[in-house]
């Protein structure tokens, strides 16, 4: 079965840079949410998104902003990068039944590291 | 903001032997989750909670949803060589189209000396 698709699944930046997180979401799913993972942390909830409209939004820096395209795929841009920012960013999609609780299926996350 | 205690932080134990862990929280959740994780890999779903109460199984894994709905253990009989990862609760609060974020708590490493 079609997984959620992440890319790149390594990005190496340097500080002040820019960088641009790829989200594919399994197909027919139409919600995706952005996880940030610290170094021997939890995830924690970044943003996300429903039919392309921002749903929720969590512990997001200003200088992080992402959004959900007409097919459904997700970019998390992050500017002005800081050494803080070195994680992994997971990306989840679900399919809105309309019930209390949609399983989120995760992607095998990007590994950011700034130096 | 909201936070799950999970316990143990880490555990070392000898193949066969069975695995506990449990999540509390100050907050009620709609739904817990327990979720593993490999290296480099994303969280894969093992139990979903619904009801306050509930006892749910998944072959080897056993996970009950506290009567408060604010804890939930998670058990491993039987622990063989590819149970070792890192254990996740998570608590989910409800709501509708992306607004069902999940809140994790710290994780349980398990270690299994073979």
């Known amino acids: 079965a079609a997984g959620v698709i992440q890319s790149p699944r390594h990005l190496i930046k340097e500080k002040r840079e820019t960088a641009t997180l790829k989200c594919y979401p399994i197909p027919r799913h139409d919600t995706v949410y952005w996880y940030q993972q610290g170094p021997g942390q939890d995830p924690q909830f970044l943003i996300s998104?429903?039919?392309?409209?921002?749903?929720d939004k969590g512990s997001i820096p200003d200088r992080f902003s992402a959004q959900q395209f007409s097919d459904y795929h997700s970019e998390l841009n992050m500017s002005s990068l800081e050494l803080g920012d070195s994680a992994l960013y997971f990306c989840a999609s679900s399919y809105d039944r309309g019930r209390v609780y949609n399983e989120q299926f995760f992607g095998p996350g990007t590994r950011l590291t700034v130096l | 903001g909201q936070q799950l205690n999970q316990s143990p932080q880490s555990m070392f134990i000898q193949e066969g032997e069975d695995v506990s862990m449990n999540c509390t929280s100050s907050?009620?959740?709609?739904?817990w989750l327990w979720y593993k994780q490999d290296p480099g890999e994303g969280p894969v779903l093992l139990i979903a909670?619904?009801?306050?109460?509930e006892l749910t199984s998944n072959g080897r894994l056993t996970a009950q949803f506290g009567i408060t709905r604010k804890d939930s253990f998670l058990n491993i009989s039987a622990s063989i060589p590819s149970d070792v990862g890192i254990y996740f609760c998570?608590?989910?609060?409800?709501?509708?189209?992306?607004?069902?974020?999940?809140?994790f708590g710290q994780g349980t490493r398990l270690t299994i000396n073979p």
């Open positions: 998104f429903y039919e392309k409209m921002q749903s």
């Open positions: 909670l619904y009801k306050a109460g």
């Open positions: 998570a608590g989910q609060f409800g709501g509708i189209q992306g607004a069902q974020k999940l809140v």
């Open positions: 907050s009620i959740f709609n739904t």
